[in-house]
């Protein structure tokens, strides 16, 4: 166990940003976690996760700690269903590869999400119609002060939309260790509620759909629309969609007849970040070396060079436009540390 000193984070981050870090300590066992969490000399401590779902602006002068911790295994099964626990430095996309190969149904949906899993109860990940907290059972979390473990259930934890405890009162307080699902082994629920899979699916001449079916649509469908992190620096959607009062949305579409829209209440609806941002002129706009994505309004992109800075500098830009022309404020999704 040795710290190491300047180190660049470039490959520890999806936005593939040149920040550096005084000092870094990759740990691969909850030992030599707590070992580091004891270390006094070091008082302000980076939590380092997959790196999916946040852009370095300036360099870190904290002990960032790398969670590098591995495993995948089966507590418990009968019939119908498998509890599996996988360790936070797992990635996640491989946790749900190995799910399906096994026949373990729920997370097919999510596949190809970047990130580890241990960073994915943080953000209750999601998409086509499915979330994280959906099959989640609970997760082991180390204390950063009392190195104490602790784990939170399912209701401990305050899923919300891309929102958890640990964004909210319990940020920066404790370190996720590992995760506990609850998977179906037959009889499995598949989620095809969102058009593009349906389409994927009859593209492909697939009638009666398996989990392995579901998860090559989505995979399809994502590659069709986000860019892979390994060859374009991003962390897929950086905004969140906005949640707007049903009386503002009414009046958005006097002037934005073809406005989408997804009903949360009789009171409020949400509206695609994505389309807003293309209808504010940013799809596909590029700043020499950074910019938006030409497939995927909502994804902001490092091609190469670019400083945390410029993508920062120009998601407030687009937050400023979007503002202006509808409204409507958009919320950042990734952290700006």
């Known amino acids: 166990m040795q710290i190491q000193q ?104 999510l596949s190809l999400i970047p990130g580890n899993v241990g960073t994915a109860p943080i953000q209750n990940i999601g998409a086509y119609g499915v979330e994280l907290k959906d099959t989640f059972v609970s997760c082991d979390a180390i204390h950063m002060a009392s190195k104490e473990t602790k784990t939170f259930l399912k209701e401990d934890c305050n899923f919300g939309y891309r929102n958890s405890i640990f964004k909210q009162e319990a940020k920066g307080k404790f370190i996720l260790t590992s995760v506990l699902f609850k998977l179906t082994k037959r009889n499995h629920r598949l989620h095809m509620d969102y058009g593009a899979i349906t389409s994927e699916l009859e593209s492909q001449n697939i009638d009666n759909p398996t989990i392995k079916d579901i998860s090559n649509a989505v995979i399809a469908i994502r590659e069709s629309k986000l860019p892979n992190p390994k060859v374009i620096g991003n962390s897929g959607s950086f905004f969140k969609n906005p949640v707007i009062p049903k009386a503002h949305f009414i009046k958005l579409q006097e002037n934005f007849s073809d406005i989408p829209s997804y009903i949360i209440s009789e009171a409020a609806v949400k509206v695609p970040a994505g389309w807003l941002i293309e209808k504010a002129g940013f799809k596909g706009k590029r700043f020499g070396n950074y910019g938006v994505h030409k497939n995927q309004a909502l994804v902001l992109v490092n091609y190469g060079g670019a400083s945390g800075l410029d993508i920062l500098n120009l998601s407030k830009l687009i937050q400023k436009t979007v503002q202006r022309l509808f409204d409507i404020s958009i919320e950042a999704e990734v952290n700006i540390l």
């Open 6 to 109: 300047n180190i660049s984070l470039k490959n520890y981050n999806t936005f593939g940003i040149d920040a550096k870090a005084k000092h870094f300590i990759s740990v691969a066992n909850t030992e030599d976690l707590n070992n580091v969490l004891d270390l006094s000399n070091y008082p302000d401590k980076l939590i380092l996760g997959g790196g999916s779902n946040m852009l370095l602006t300036q360099k870190q002068d904290k002990l960032v700690i790398h969670i590098n911790l591995k495993g995948i295994s089966v507590e418990k099964e009968d019939e119908d269903y498998v509890f599996v626990r996988a360790n936070a430095g797992e990635n996640w996309h491989e946790f749900v590869v190995w799910c399906l190969n096994q026949n373990y149904g729920g997370l097919e949906n």
